[in-house]
């Protein structure tokens, strides 16, 4: 530490009163000497000042020192330098007057005895606050008995916040005492400082000769003050050198000359933590600079509500000098009643310590009727003991603020109204719910009354409305709201009805409004309720749609040019969602026309399978899906059952399913495997957003390109074939939902059919799986939409859908409406298709099966087993014509194909032959030239069937007619006029 020189100069013993207070010594001893200047000088020279003690660590005189407190944390007592000080000063007063000294605190402080009753300033070192001591006296048997006793500071005392200790020392020049406060301040206990020499234990080894000397002085009877840099003292005292690094400090101390009870020169210690003081001076600074400067008005407030202190701002606004609104009370400033109740919010403040922020006061300033606003701030303000001495005001003018915030408000509720409209018009695509929208908004938010009136043609699905331009065309009244009584516009016009149509005439400000697309103005009535109203054309898109109207009643502000722009903006807005909604319903009932056009019509019907089936489109706010299933009749009394789903929505989605629909029952009737129709299929999807076509989409397929998402087709599909005579059933899935299989007394199940690619994707091919369905077994096809949604995962659909198919025997009508009740298929996210088909084979009394040799007399052979079985089946109309055609497909068999041949006749609402050998070749029917002998078989047989065909088999080639059964009204054709119409 730097050395702190000291200047101190000899001067006359201070008074037996004035001693008797300072050192203690109740006996006025003259033989106790204040030390001012040594002659020596040396590093203990310096500018020494008086200090007293303060606080409740300092001890009674007459009984040798204070008594020994709580030891704590180590710490010592040292430096390089200590600062004398004068032990007194005559030109500080009466000392008989003053009882205390505040010592080594830079400020002011008042001290009050209570004997003497006088008042003395003292010096505080370098804090600059403000503090009060009371220090109590107890007088004795004359000034030789007196002895000072030290009472606890009164709340507000400047030893609240500032740290003073005190510890004494023996008259054999070791610490006999150290209080708590020593402990606090110097952080070394009880235990450890007492019995040793304070410059030993405290001081640095270059610094002891000097404290020697100091403190014999001191213990000869001299007073001495000082500032002493310290460092705290090895915990272990393992470094007596002091040469460690040590925590500093720095604390002035005031030493008081006294004696023990043996009449042993002793002496006092008073000592005061300078870091303290330094802290309340720049607070006490920083303190002022926020009150003076702040720009807001800033008052403190006393515990009886009158203002303490006020700063310049305040004292600005409300006139005078800051000292002439001392004392003042709220009412000299507000109004009575708000006087009133600012002075209940302070008494709350003040109570409850509650702050209070933003309070809203009201009143006038001096010299000023203008009404002002102020926003406050109030906050309770405590002692250093916390003890509540007042209230802080915080104000700020907003007067300007409020104005503008009136000038902003209509505003506001405009935008509040437009933000409102936004969110809630529009939210449905349908016309006269957009309408009732608009209504709901403006009524009565805006208007008392309003009504929207719609052009018929453009409800009607017209591109152009017709008489626009004057204005007079047919409207359609779509919705009115009133805000006031059932019956508004008495003394006016009569009223249209909801629904009704109705036209404005030519001259009329509501069809002038209609023809110039802008708003009028419409007298209103003196005799009516009506004061004001608005006629706002509903234009979107530069087409105006509608017109709306805007009616205010009596007793409300009329309409403005605000309110006017605001119409307009409503009806605007209004306008384009009822335009949207209008060219949605069309594209929507146009699509929707499109897929119910290219579904199956009616109930389907095939061999063996008893059909039934159920399409649901989605609701009116969602486009129509690319859902759809089909029933195909296939030779060999077979059925092709097909359930698909074009990904996507509207229009295009629509289209796409017509041309996979139209695919797959063209490729149904070449009698392919299922497996190569989906391959098929593929194809045909791969080409549908390629303009080259399928070889297009092929090639470009193997070039890297970026893929335009909206050229994409994908679905996914379900394609099944069941044989009626075998009741086997053979599937094949590209992507979709496994079909679900109900058997007579078991739980439904899902068949495991491997799930291929979606239609669309390429390159991947397709399986089959065969199922044999026994009699009575319930086969169900279907699209997501019934098992899937926002609110049920698909898993949970699924199940959900198999629990529901619990008993198959019940009409496969009453199954399908069980279906869509049990499940939430109102969910209108999705289009739904449903085919349910329950097994009902061939009996086999209903099927001929025979095997005829390769040989020519088979033909003869095939006769005779057709007439037989047409006879047992009772069919005699049939058979001249029946065994033709057999004795036709039987020869070219023998003559064409291998192997041996297979005959069988098929009984059900048709009758189909068959006939079938190992040849690949497929028979192809041409037309003889009339030189030909032959080449005229297939010819007859196409003229006197109703259709016939050939397909491929595992083990060749079926070729197969059909005719049908005689009902009475459909004659048959006669063999020998088919036969002579072939020349």
């Given amino acids: ?417 437009l933000n409102e409209a936004g969110a809630r018009i529009g939210n449905s695509l349908d016309l006269e719910t957009t309408a009732r929208e608009l209504l709901d908004v403006v009524v009565p938010g805006f208007c008392d009354l309003a009504t929207v009136d719609l052009y018929q043609g453009l409800l009607a699905g017209d591109e152009t409305p017709p008489g626009l331009a004057d204005g007079s065309a047919e409207l359609r009244r779509v919705a009115f709201a009133s805000a006031v009584a059932d019956a508004p516009f008495v003394g006016g016009p009569a009223p249209v009805a909801v629904g009704a149509v109705h036209h404005y005439p030519f001259n009329s400000p509501c069809a002038d409004a209609l023809r110039t697309a802008r708003p009028q103005n419409i007298p209103a009535d003196e005799s009516g309720l009506i004061q004001s109203t608005l006629a706002v054309p509903m234009v979107a898109h530069d087409t105006v749609v509608g017109l709306a109207q805007f009616s205010r009643t009596k007793g409300s502000e009329p309409f403005g040019e605000r309110d006017r722009a605001l119409a307009v903006e409503l009806a605007a807005r209004a306008a384009v969602c009822i335009d949207n909604a209008r060219l949605y319903r069309r594209e929507h009932e146009r699509a929707l026309i499109l897929q119910r056009s290219l579904l199956p019509p009616g109930d389907p019907e095939a061999s063996g399978l008893d059909i039934a089936c159920r399409y649901l489109p989605g609701n009116a706010a969602t486009e129509v899906g690319g859902d759809w299933f089909d029933v195909i009749e296939l030779p060999g009394h077979r059925t092709a059952l097909v359930v698909g789903d074009v990904m996507g929505r509207g229009l295009r989605a ?142 949970e659909g699924l199940q959900a859908f198999v629990g529901a198919l619990t008993d198959p025997t019940r009409p496969l009508e009453d199954v399908c409406d069980h279906v869509l009740n049990t499940l939430d298929t109102h969910h209108g996210e999705d289009d739904i298709a449903l085919l349910m088909a329950r097994v009902q084979g061939l009996p086999a009394e209903s099927v001929g099966d025979w095997t005829l040799p390769r040989e020519p007399r088979s033909v003869g052979r095939a006769r005779e087993y057709a007439r037989t079985q047409l006879q047992a089946w009772d069919l005699e109309p049939l058979v001249d014509t029946t065994e033709l055609l057999v004795s036709e497909l039987v020869t070219n068999a023998l003559r064409y194909g291998e192997g041996e041949i297979r005959l069988r006749l098929l009984l059900d609402r048709t009758l189909v032959c068959e006939v079938w050998d190992a040849g690949l070749v497929q028979p192809r029917r041409r037309r003889a030239r009339d030189t030909d002998e032959g080449g005229r078989g297939l010819q007859l047989v196409g003229l006197l069937s109703a259709a016939w065909g050939s397909r491929r088999t595992p083990r060749g080639k079926t070729v197969w007619f059909e005719l049908p059964l005689p009902d009475g009204e459909s004659g048959l054709v006669d063999p020998a006029e088919a036969l002579l119409s072939l020349f």
């Avoid at 009886?304 to 700063?311: Q, W």
């Fill in 654 to 795: 629509a289209v796409a399913m017509g041309e996979l629909r139209t695919a797959v029952r063209t490729l149904a009737l070449l009698d392919l495997e299922p497996a190569e129709v989906l391959s098929a299929l593929d194809e045909i999807a791969r080409g549908l957003g390629t303009p080259g076509g399928v070889q297009q989409a092929t090639r470009t397929a193997r070039q890297p390109r970026d893929a335009d998402l909206s050229e994409v087709y994908l679905a996914t599909c379900v394609y099944a074939v069941y044989d009626s005579v075998t009741r086997r059933c053979t599937f094949a899935n590209a992507g979709h939902l496994p079909p679900v299989l109900v058997e007579p007394g078991e739980s439904a199940l899902m068949l495991d059919v491997p799930p291929g690619m979606p239609l669309g994707v390429g390159g991947e091919p397709f399986e089959e799986v065969e199922v044999e369905l026994p009699e009575g077994a319930l086969l169900a096809l279907y699209t997501d939409g019934l098992v899937e949604s926002r609110d049920h995962p698909l898993d």
């Fill in 1 to 417: 530490m730097s050395e702190i020189p000291a200047k101190a100069t000899e001067s006359e013993d201070p008074s037996d009163g004035a001693r008797a207070d300072a050192s203690g010594d109740p006996a006025g001893d003259s033989g106790n000497h204040s030390v001012r200047e040594t002659p020596d000088g040396g590093p203990f020279a310096g500018d020494a000042r008086r200090t007293p003690p303060g606080g409740a660590d300092a001890a009674d005189g007459s009984r040798s020192g204070t008594s020994a407190e709580q030891a704590v944390r180590r710490g010592s007592l040292g430096g390089e330098a200590f600062r004398s000080e004068e032990a007194s000063r005559s030109e500080e007063g009466s000392r008989s007057e003053a009882r205390g000294q505040v010592g080594s605190a830079g400020g002011e402080a008042r001290g009050q005895v209570g004997s003497a009753g006088g008042e003395a300033r003292g010096q505080v070192g370098s804090a600059g606050g403000e503090a009060r001591d009371s220090l109590r006296t107890t007088p004795g048997e004359g000034d030789c008995a007196g002895d000072a006793m030290w009472q606890s500071s009164p709340p507000g005392s400047m030893y609240d916040y500032i740290k003073v200790a005190s510890f004494s020392i023996g008259a054999d020049g070791l610490i006999d005492q150290w209080s708590a406060r020593a402990e606090q301040l110097f952080g070394i206990s009880s235990e450890r400082a007492v019995g040793r020499d304070p410059i030993e234990a405290f001081v640095t080894p270059d610094r002891r000769e000097f404290g020697q000397r100091k403190m014999a002085e001191i213990l000869d009877g001299r007073e001495w003050t000082g500032v002493v840099p310290f460092r705290m003292p090895d915990p272990l005292d393992a470094d007596p050198d002091g040469v460690g690094e040590r925590a500093e400090g720095l604390a002035e101390v005031y030493v008081m000359p006294t004696t023990t009870e043996d009449g042993e020169r002793a002496a006092v210690c008073i000592v005061v933590d300078v870091r303290t003081l330094r802290r309340i001076e720049t607070d006490l600074a920083a303190s002022q600079a926020i009150f003076g400067q702040s720009p807001f008005g800033f008052l403190l407030i006393d515990t009886e509500l009158h203002v303490r202190r006020a700063n310049q701002r305040f004292a600005s606004t409300f006139g005078g000098t800051v000292d002439d609104h001392r004392g003042r009370g709220v009412h000299d400033y507000l109004p009575h009643a708000e006087a009133e109740r600012v002075s209940a919010t302070l008494r709350r403040v003040l109570e409850t310590g509650d702050s209070i922020t933003d309070m809203h006061v009201t009143g006038h300033v001096p010299g000023s009727d203008e009404r002002r606003h102020w926003s406050v701030n109030l906050y309770r303000v405590h002692s250093g003991t916390g003890r509540p001495i007042g209230i802080a005001w915080l104000g700020t003018d907003i007067t300007a603020r409020r104005a503008a915030a009136r000038e902003a408000a209509a505003a506001r509720r405009n935008l509040a109204l």
